[in-house]
């Protein structure tokens, strides 16, 4: 059984002087997605194998405002391949991911987000809002060959109290 968890990175800045890669989160964006993570702490016991996140300062910042709600003593992995917004590339990665792995949290961006979750889970939606997580499980022992799995769950920060 594998497990994929993906949290799309706070809203960000769009003010700032810099390119996309750049920009940081806003204060708003901080407090939704303390919020998410208190939600998740509070409901469900998550462990996690692993944790990347893309390169993009925003979900690095959004990694670091989760880390210590949801897994405060592990490293966070920065991966140059999930600074995508293509959901073909962003699928060839997860399926490339070691065997050993079986719960996988990925820190990254839409619209390869939505769309990955649209390919490879039992529910559709039409979009993954900053701050959102989602929580797929496959009935596989192998990244490789995951079919259509599960949506176990979708949190969106509007939805929460």
């Not at 210590?68 to 399926?95: A, C, G, M, V």
């Not at 079986?102 to 839409?110: C, D, K, M, T, Y």
Request: proline share 2%; hydrophobic share 35%; aromatic share 12%.
């Amino acid at each position: 059984m594998k497990n994929l968890f993906l949290m799309r990175h706070a809203k960000s800045c769009w003010n700032e002087n810099v390119s996309d890669q750049f920009r940081s989160i806003t204060e708003n964006g901080i407090h939704k997605t303390e919020k998410v993570a208190h939600f998740l702490q509070n409901n469900y016991d998550l462990k996690f194998d692993k944790i990347y996140t893309s390169k993009a300062v925003r979900s690095k910042e959004t990694s670091e405002i989760v880390r210590p709600i949801l897994f405060s003593t592990q490293k966070i992995e920065i991966e140059e391949e999930l600074y995508t917004f293509s959901h073909y590339l962003l699928d060839n990665w997860i399926r490339k991911l070691d065997n050993q792995l079986q719960n996988v949290l990925i820190f990254g961006h839409n619209p390869a987000f939505t769309d990955i979750i649209n390919q490879l889970g039992s529910e559709m939606i039409y979009n993954l809002s900053t701050s959102g997580f989602a929580w797929i499980q496959f009935d596989s022992t192998n990244w490789k060959t995951i079919k259509k799995g599960k949506t176990m769950k979708i949190i969106l920060p509007k939805e929460i109290e």
